[in-house]
């Protein structure tokens, strides 16, 4: 899988398949990607009735021994969690050693639903395609999918699938899906980020015990972000690097011009006492 590009330069969570939500009796893994630092991270979780734990502390199977089906860690973590049940349902993050955590939390739901839908859980870049599907636990051909955003319907789908091609932010919302006479979904939020504007990491509110947020979603819209502008910050590196380099080689050559100068004023002071004696 490609790394998306803030984690390229950020520490992130990702998760495959890339949902939040799932059946039982299904799997998924983790991965905490960091490009840039040596952190050693660990995978958490906190759910309602286990409390905080560490990956291989009562769920899941860290990366030894488990192939990692989520990106390449050049630095992190990855856990899998083999065969999912309700109480895997939680909010998830990395943490290193030293208390720092990851630019973003997952809140992942196991759902008793008959429905789900797999929506991406990073933000999408404004202009980038994405294709949201709902899934029925018990398959069948004769299904008609229906999509809705904020709660009001969208579009209708004999495939289960809903394209959009060219995201913006008024795309931005808790989508939700559901099947005639089978069910609905719950609802997952789907973050867009405009093309040069900061790009946000969404601390998720924590989950519930059913698997919802406080606002009965299960991926609320984010209370709190981390925002970095990193095409900016890109931006006054490559500006600012020659005139850093200029400095400091101007630096130098005014250190040894000084430096030939006080050794020629030396040897001249040496041929004045010679000659006075």
């Known amino acids: 899988?490609?790394?998306?590009?803030?984690?390229?330069?950020?520490?992130?969570?990702?998760?495959?398949?890339?949902?939040?939500?799932?059946?039982?009796?299904?799997?998924?893994?983790l991965s905490c990607e960091d490009q840039l630092n040596g952190a050693d991270w660990m995978l958490k979780r906190k759910t309602f009735g286990g409390g905080v734990r560490d990956c291989g502390?009562?769920?899941g199977n860290?990366?030894?021994?488990?192939?990692?089906?989520?990106?390449?860690?050049?630095?992190?973590?990855?856990?899998?969690?083999?065969?999912?049940?309700?109480s895997d349902t939680g909010l998830y993050w990395c943490e290193s050693g030293d208390g720092r955590r990851s630019n973003n939390s997952i809140n992942i739901t196991i759902t008793d639903r008959p429905v789900l839908l797999k929506c991406p859980v990073l933000p999408l870049s404004e202009g980038s395609e994405v294709t949201l599907h709902c899934q029925a636990e018990s398959i069948s051909s004769n299904h008609t999918f229906d999509f809705q955003r904020d709660g009001l319907f969208i579009a209708s789908s004999r495939t289960g699938e809903m394209t959009i091609r060219r995201v913006s932010k008024s795309d931005e919302g808790l989508y939700s899906c559901s099947i005639p006479e089978?069910?609905?979904?719950?609802?997952?939020?789907?973050?867009v980020e405009e093309g040069?504007?900061?790009?946000?990491?969404?601390?998720?509110?924590?989950?519930?015990g059913n698997g919802t947020g406080r606002n009965g979603s299960s991926s609320a819209p984010?209370?709190?972000?981390?925002?970095?502008?990193?095409?900016?910050?890109?931006?006054?590196?490559?500006?600012?690097?020659?005139?850093?380099?200029?400095?400091?080689?101007?630096?130098?050559?005014?250190?040894?011009?000084?430096?030939?100068?006080?050794?020629?004023?030396?040897?001249?002071?040496s041929k004045d006492v010679v000659m006075e004696i």
């Open 222 to 269: 984010p209370a709190a972000s981390y925002q970095v502008s990193v095409p900016r910050l890109m931006c006054h590196l490559v500006v600012g690097t020659p005139f850093l380099l200029s400095t400091i080689l101007l630096g130098l050559i005014y250190r040894d011009r000084n430096r030939a100068a006080r050794t020629a004023a030396q040897r001249r002071g």
């Open 182 to 191: 089978v069910g609905e979904s719950v609802g997952s939020w789907l973050t």
């Open 57 to 59: 502390s009562g769920w």
């Open 1 to 29: 899988m490609q790394l998306p590009p803030f984690c390229l330069m950020l520490s992130c969570l990702q998760v495959s398949p890339d949902q939040s939500q799932f059946f039982r009796y299904t799997s998924f893994s």
């Open 62 to 86: 860290t990366a030894s021994g488990v192939s990692c089906t989520v990106g390449t860690t050049a630095s992190g973590a990855c856990c899998t969690v083999g065969t999912t049940y309700p």
């Open 196 to 208: 040069d504007s900061l790009w946000n990491f969404p601390l998720q509110e924590e989950s519930t």
